[in-house]
């Protein structure tokens, strides 16, 4: 009986072992691994984790999910030792005559202020990333998106242009060298300087669609009739993609949303360009949105 035991007892703690050993891997690949296989700008085959970061904001939002992730892997494992302990220790064979506690004052308080405690040192980082997003520092630029149904508007209303920006077709991105990605690439860019701040004006013209760029960290919903406000200052240069996160509608998966990030000389050849092109006429309402008679409230 007790050889019995004792190999039950080994054999749990050879179990929870490898269980530790399994999780730290698996947390190391995560926090190693994950930005090794984590796309610069777009996702990438076998990517863990979150997209490469481009912005201030995304540093920070990467450094709170990791933080996060430790502090979720040691509530677990702590949770899994306590389950395998009882299990051994408390089972019917083991412990026949169990005992009759029902209050335990001290381990009552531990169990409830502990938590508490935890909670708050996560909510603290939490809310000053949410600050940090939400107030807006001086913007050096500002660009107006609206979410149509299924394609976004821009409109930069400092240089008085604006134009559609619409997903690319497969025979489209063939035309390109190199190939552009499938469901990300379309056919007008956002340009925005590099190491500028952009402030992102947000609205939908006739759903609620979602404006968000996974590298800047930036995520905002494109609401009909109400003007919602982000920021982003892209720190490198590059494509990056987004893609609307509100489902909005047959074609929600094919409006996404290209933001290249260029030097300050690329932007001004690129805008004197545009200026040409998307020119809009300033005596109409700068957006559609103006005249398009508010929400769909269905
Ligand atoms: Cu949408």
């Given at each position: ?38 796309g610069?700008?777009?996702p ?18 990467i ?5 996060v992730l ?12 306590l ?5 051994v ?16 004052t001290?381990?009552?308080v ?8 935890i909670l708050?040192?996560?909510a603290?980082?939490?809310f ?23 394609n ?7 240089e ?15 035309k390109?060298n ?5 469901l990300l ?10 190491n ?6 947000v609205?939908g013209?006739?759903v609620?669609h979602a404006?968000?760029?996974p590298?800047?960290?930036?995520k905002?919903?494109a609401?009909?009739g ?8 892209a ?15 047959k ?10 990030v260029?030097s ?18 300033t ?7 103006a ?8």
């Amino acid at each position: 009986m007790l050889v019995l035991m004792r190999m039950i007892r080994s054999a749990a703690g050879a179990f929870t072992f490898a269980l530790v050993l399994a999780a730290a891997l698996v947390a190391a690949t995560l926090l190693a691994g994950g930005t090794a296989f984590a796309g610069m700008g777009q996702p990438s085959p076998w990517q863990m984790g979150l997209q490469q970061s481009a912005a201030p904001t995304m540093d920070d939002i990467i450094w709170f999910h990791n933080v996060v992730l430790w502090i979720i892997i040691a509530i677990t494992l702590f949770v899994l030792a306590l389950l395998l302990y009882i299990m051994v220790k408390f089972n019917a064979k083991a412990n026949p005559v169990p005992s009759k506690t029902t209050h335990n004052t001290l381990l009552e308080v531990a169990w409830t202020v502990i938590p508490v405690l935890i909670l708050v040192v996560i909510a603290i980082p939490s809310f000053r990333i949410l600050f940090y997003q939400l107030n807006i520092p001086p913007a050096d630029l500002t660009i107006k998106a609206t979410g149509n149904q299924w394609n976004w508007t821009y409109n930069y209303p400092d240089e008085k242009i604006e134009f559609t920006s619409i997903m690319l077709n497969d025979a489209d991105r063939a035309k390109q060298n190199p190939v552009p990605p499938r469901l990300l690439a379309v056919d007008n860019a956002i340009y925005v300087p590099v190491n500028k701040v952009v402030r992102v004006q947000v609205i939908g013209s006739d759903v609620i669609h979602a404006f968000a760029v996974p590298s800047f960290g930036i995520k905002i919903d494109a609401i009909p009739g109400r003007l919602n406000e982000t920021w982003f200052k892209a720190t490198r240069e590059g494509v990056y993609y987004g893609q609307c996160s509100e489902l909005c509608g047959k074609d929600h998966a094919f409006m996404p949303i290209e933001v290249r990030v260029v030097s300050d000389q690329a932007y001004a050849t690129w805008l004197a360009d545009a200026k040409k092109k998307f020119a809009t006429d300033t005596s109409a309402p700068a957006n559609a949105v103006a005249s398009a008679g508010g929400a769909k409230t269905e």
